[in-house]
C-alpha cells in the first residue's frame, strides 16, 4: 500500500507543457492548474491554482534553453509545493541541463552539475526522474533518489521497424570514442555490427584526421548520441562515413535536441538523411527540419510516474 501520497498530480512549468500534457493523458488525469510567468524586473512567479495538500506531485521541466529561466521555475515551483504540504515531490527533468559540467576539467573549474543537483534536493525535491544524463555519475550528485531513464530502447525500436531483416546492410557507428558504449549496446539491441570514428588533431592549427575503425563501405550507417548541441561532430563523422569509409546513406538518434549555435544549419546542409530525436526537448516551429523525426517520450515517463507513485520498480519498465 502507498503511503506517499493520495493522488498523482501532474505539474508542468514552461520548458515541456506538450510532454506534460501527454503524460498526464497516458495517466488519464488532467494536467495540475498552475501558472509561471515573469514579474516586470523579470523574476519569475509560480501560483498553484489547485491544493496539493497529501498528494504525490511531480514536475516536468526540462532544464534546456533558456536554462537559468528553467532550473529557476523548477526550484521556485518546488518550493511552492513544499510549502503547500504536497506529499512528496518528484522533479521529472527529462534534459538535465549542466550535466557536462560533472568534472572538473581543468584547474579552479566548478562542478556545476553537483550545484545543480544541490539546488534541486535544497528547494524541497524528494526524488529526481531523468532520461539518458551526459554522465552517469551525475545520479551520485543528489542526496536522494534518481530514477535514470533510457532513450536507446525508443530509438531503437523505431531502426527496428526501418531495418526489419536486413540487419547486414546496416551499421551502427559512434561519432566518437567517447560514445562507443552507447554505440555498442545500441547495436545490440539491433543486431547490427558496430564502427568507431577516431579523430585526431595531430598539431595545434592543423584540422582533425577521421579514422574509422571498422568497414563501412556499401552500408547504411547509423548514428548514435545522447544528444546533438551544435551538431559538428555528428555532421563530420556522416561526411567521414560517406567520403572515406563509403556508406551509401547515413541516419543519426540522439535523445536531446540541444541543437544551439549553428547546429540546425549543419544539419541542413548534411549529408544526414534521416535525423530521429526523443521529445525531451521543445524544438522551436522555426528550427524544424524535413530530416527531423521526432518521437514522444509520455508513454515511459508516465508508465515510471505510475511506478514510482505505487512503489513498484522503475528499472523493469518495458519499452
Do not use: W
Not at 46 to 69: K, M, W, Y
Not at 279 to 296: G, H, R, S
Amino acid at each position: 500500500m502507498n503511503f506517499h501520497g493520495k493522488d498523482i498530480k501532474i505539474f508542468t512549468c514552461n520548458a515541456n507543457r506538450a510532454v506534460a500534457q501527454q503524460i498526464a493523458a497516458c495517466l488519464g488525469i488532467p494536467v495540475g492548474k498552475s501558472e509561471v510567468t515573469c514579474f516586470s524586473d523579470g523574476e519569475i512567479a509560480v501560483s498553484l491554482h489547485e491544493s496539493v495538500r497529501g498528494s504525490e506531485c511531480f514536475i516536468v521541466q526540462s532544464t534546456c534553453a533558456p536554462v537559468n529561466d528553467n532550473i529557476m521555475e523548477l526550484l521556485i515551483m518546488i518550493d511552492a509545493m513544499k510549502r503547500a504540504s504536497a506529499a512528496r515531490i518528484t522533479a521529472v527533468i527529462p534534459y538535465f541541463g549542466y550535466a557536462r559540467q560533472d568534472r572538473k576539467a581543468k584547474a579552479r573549474d566548478p562542478i556545476s552539475a553537483k550545484l545543480v543537483a544541490d539546488l534541486i534536493t535544497t528547494a524541497g525535491a524528494d526524488r529526481v526522474l531523468t532520461m539518458d544524463l551526459h554522465a552517469a555519475q551525475i545520479q551520485g550528485f543528489f542526496n536522494i533518489p534518481v530514477d535514470h531513464l533510457v532513450g536507446a530502447p525508443i530509438l531503437a525500436n523505431y531502426f527496428k521497424k526501418k531495418i526489419g531483416n536486413d540487419t547486414d546492410d546496416y551499421i551502427v557507428v559512434s561519432p566518437d570514442l567517447g560514445s562507443v558504449t552507447r554505440a555498442r549496446n545500441f547495436a545490440t539491441r539491433l543486431g547490427c555490427p558496430i564502427a568507431i570514428i577516431d579523430k585526431r588533431r595531430q598539431r595545434a592549427n592543423v584540422c582533425e584526421v577521421m579514422n574509422i575503425i571498422g568497414d563501412v563501405k556499401g552500408k547504411e550507417v547509423i548514428l548514435v548520441d545522447d544528444m546533438i548541441d551544435t551538431a559538428g561532430t555528428l555532421c563530420n563523422a556522416a561526411q567521414a562515413v560517406v567520403e572515406i569509409g563509403g556508406a551509401t546513406e547515413v541516419y543519426a538518434g540522439a535523445t536531446h535536441a540541444v541543437l544551439s549555435g549553428p547546429a540546425i544549419e549543419r544539419i541542413k546542409n548534411s549529408v544526414i538523411k534521416e535525423v530521429i530525436l526523443l521529445d525531451t526537448i521543445t524544438i522551436p516551429e522555426e528550427n524544424m527540419l524535413d530530416k527531423f523525426t521526432i518521437l514522444p517520450v509520455a508513454p515511459v515517463f508516465a508508465e515510471a510516474i505510475e511506478r514510482i507513485y505505487e512503489d513498484k520498480p522503475v528499472s523493469s519498465i518495458s519499452i
